[in-house]
């Protein structure tokens, strides 16, 4: 949407770039978008969002693609956790350095799409299989599709390498 922006209030001052087709605003003057394409900044936080993307769309509650590969992200902000309709996911080309950060996005009902690379975590062991066990809803990952066998080698990652929570009975109980 913005060129080399360093924070996400910084979006208000800013007009979008042109694109293919003309972006469509409302009668307030709210774009009518449901893609937000926040790609080569040097974002480093997602601190007001929720607040800049309701000044800025008319529907941010019906957000389904966020671009905000190639920033400066050292984690997934739980901000993105919040918008369920959200299908595409770009983060690739971050600095996010744990690959837990993936868990906070399986509250993601419609996540279909999603790419990470370019990030350290892609350099820990079993990364695919890893995001495609706790994402399983997602059918391309990295802008590769999921494959049967991407699952079946994901599922046996995950009996090798996740152990099973112990389920704790009280002493109540029996």
């Given at each position: 949407?913005?060129?080399?922006?360093a924070?996400?209030?910084?979006?208000?001052?800013e007009?979008?770039?042109?694109?293919?087709?003309p972006?469509?605003?409302?009668k307030?003057?709210?774009?009518?978008?449901?893609?937000?394409?926040?790609?080569?900044?040097v974002?480093?936080?997602?601190?007001?969002?929720?607040?800049?993307?309701?000044?800025?769309?008319?529907?941010?509650?019906?957000?389904a693609?966020?671009?905000?590969?190639?920033?400066?992200?050292?984690?997934?902000?739980?901000?993105?956790?919040?918008?369920?309709?959200?299908?595409?996911?770009?983060?690739?080309?971050n600095?996010?350095?744990?690959?837990?950060?993936?868990?906070?996005?399986?509250?993601?009902?419609?996540?279909?799409?999603?790419?990470?690379?370019?990030n350290?975590?892609?350099?820990?062991?079993?990364?695919?299989?890893?995001?495609?066990?706790?994402?399983?809803?997602?059918?391309?990952?990295?802008?590769?599709?999921?494959?049967?066998?991407?699952?079946?080698?994901?599922?046996?990652?995950?009996?090798?390498?996740?152990?099973?929570?112990?389920?704790?009975?009280?002493?109540?109980?029996?």
């Open positions: 949407m913005v060129a080399f922006q924070s996400v209030t910084d979006l208000m001052s007009e979008p770039r042109k694109g293919q087709r972006l469509k605003h409302s307030s003057g709210k774009s009518l978008t449901q893609s937000l394409w926040l790609n080569n900044n974002l480093n936080e997602l601190k007001g969002f929720n607040h800049v993307i309701s000044l800025l769309l008319q529907h941010p509650e019906n957000l693609w966020i671009d905000l590969s190639f920033n400066d992200l050292t984690s997934i902000d739980p901000v993105l956790t919040t918008l369920f309709n959200l299908s595409v996911l770009y983060l690739h080309g600095s996010i350095q744990r690959l837990g950060e993936v868990n906070k996005l399986a509250i993601l009902p419609r996540l279909r799409s999603l790419t990470l690379h370019g350290p975590m892609e350099e820990e062991k079993g990364y695919r299989q890893y995001v495609l066990c706790t994402l399983p809803r997602i059918t391309t990952f990295d802008f590769s599709g999921v494959t049967k066998a991407d699952r079946t080698a994901a599922e046996v990652w995950k009996r090798m390498n996740i152990k099973p929570k112990k389920v704790r009975i009280k002493q109540d109980a029996l």
